[in-house]
């Protein structure tokens, strides 16, 4: 079968132009509040903070905090990216067009996660001003960068698509996604908790994809890192399946 | 091998709240022709566009375009489609010239600025190309939805109700855009609930009433069938019954009796009205007012199914 890639581009580069256009609200918004975050915990209560596993607080909480932009970034840039069609009604077009569920699934999360590395890199230079940043692995911290992007930007997508207000929309990302990122030690080590908070904490997912930053940046982590890869990997299939079953039904999209 | 484009066979469609929008349609539409669909607003004639674009999905039946299916092939079927949509639905933050590339890049084509300039030029847009939508007008916005739905150069055009709510001027501007793109070759089906839009510019016509196709019929036929008109001549004084000279018109005398109906077919080459008119003076009846009525559509689709069933 062959791959329409003009249809492809048009509609990543279409998602991309989006986020030039909204600098403001896509960039800047996000850079300046993670920034507020190094400069309250990192540089000013973290001096009065003990090190965690030999590592600064401020650079301990890096990786979580950049953890917490990937995952509402990516997830609030791609259901946005496919909710506004459906809003509008320019979906019409999409639906019209000779393309397939994959290539259309493939665009709208390929830009959502460009536009959320291209969140997360700004990011991580900005914290570099703040506080010490050292990279012990390099590219196991690109391949959970996109990793996690790709694969939360499916979850987006599923967001969009399920959505029928602005609301419902914001719920996810707000509700659900920010506090399990403040309770999955993006700004405490799990050792710091009691031992029952320290089992409630185990079901929460976005621990483990935090370890699995924080062990590429200072080679520590609550858990083992093949752990955190696989916990992605799997939420990523979930997503894929739900995601395509979902669109070839035309669930919400198509009557 | 056949000259029809599109194929309808057994077509249905029952929404999920159990409405059923098309009951067994069959429809052939050929290749090159403008076809109008003509019927009430909630005919069904948006959700029969809609299923042969992809847009909705079909309950019953099958539809093939050039032979293709437009489910299992629809990539072939769906690039040879354009569609403008009844309601003005675009991106308005993004300007005129993108809006009409990005859906040539949606159905595949290779970016080609001169075929987009070309197009902009012949809807009278091109020097509104770096416009946003939201600073264009109703009537341009629609210029939009046709200049983006010829990006792709389709050889078939869905135009769903293109003149709805747009002045005299830009409807005689569609039409013409119409007539020209038939020129080169481009079968064009329509919707439209107006009559005349349907005579000024349709090869045939086809009359869809609550899901189902009342009449296919060339335009010309149709219109002879369709185009009676009644014409009411109110009288001076009381009529209590029609005189012996003019039986032959079929008249009717009004309620209040103070009235006469004449119902004649605007098509004939003598509509005897000239005549009636005469006979009403040689019988001494004054005249106080004359006024005609087109049969609403409503009246008319109850006739052609009275008529089909007749047959």
Known sequence: MRFNYYAFKSIYLHEMDRFKRTLLQSLFSPVLSTSLYFIVFGSVIGGYVE????????????????????????????????????????????????????????????????????????????????????????????????????????????????????????????????????????????????????????????????????????????????????????????????VSVLLKKGYNIKS | MSDNQISINNLSKIYDNG????????????????????????????????????????????????????INDYRETRSKIGLVPQELTLETFETVFNNVSYSRGLYGKKPDPSHIKKILTQLSLWDKKDLRLQQLSGGMKRRVLIAKALSHEPSILFLDEPTAGVDVELRKDMWKIVEDLRKSGVTIILTTHYIEEAEAIADRVGVINQGEIVVVDQTKELLKRMGHKKLTVELQEKLSEIPNSLTKYNLEIGRDKMSINYT??????????????QDLKDEGLKLKDLKTEQNTLEKIFVSLVKENNEI
């Open chain 2, 19 to 70: 409405f059923e929008a098309l009951k067994n349609i069959n429809l052939e539409i050929k290749k090159g022709e403008i076809f109008a669909m003509l019927g009430p607003n909630g005919a069904g004639k948006t959700t029969l566009i809609s299923i042969i674009c992809g847009i909705v999905k079909p309950s019953v039946g099958k539809v093939s375009i050039d032979n293709f299916d437009i």
């Open chain 2, 264 to 277: 004649y077919n605007v098509q004939d080459k003598q509509t005897g009205i000239t005549n009636l008119l």
């Open chain 1, 51 to 242: 090190k965690i596993d030999g590592i600064s607080y401020g650079s301990y909480i890096v990786p979580g905090l950049l953890m917490l932009t990937l995952l509402t970034q990516s997830i609030s840039n791609t259901s946005f990216g496919i909710f506004f069609p459906k809003f509008n009604g320019t979906i019409y077009e999409i639906l019209a067009a000779p393309i397939s569920t994959f290539e259309i699934i493939l665009a709208f999360v390929g830009a959502g996660a460009t536009k959320t590395l291209i969140v997360g890199i700004v990011i991580f230079i900005t914290s570099t001003f703040f506080v010490e940043v050292k990279v012990m692995y390099p590219l196991l911290m690109v391949f959970i960068l996109v990793l996690v992007a790709f694969t939360f930007a499916l979850f987006g997508f599923l967001v969009g698509l399920m959505s029928s207000n602005f609301e419902q929309m914001s719920i996810i990302p707000t509700l659900v996604i920010t506090p399990m990122v403040f309770l999955g030690g993006s700004l405490y080590s799990l050792d710091m908790l009691p031992e029952f908070w320290q089992m409630v904490t185990y079901f929460n997912p976005v621990v483990y994809l935090i370890n699995g930053l924080r062990f590429a940046f200072y080679g520590v982590s609550d858990f083992n890192v093949w752990v955190s890869i696989i916990s992605m990997l799997g939420f990523l299939i979930a997503c894929v399946v739900v």
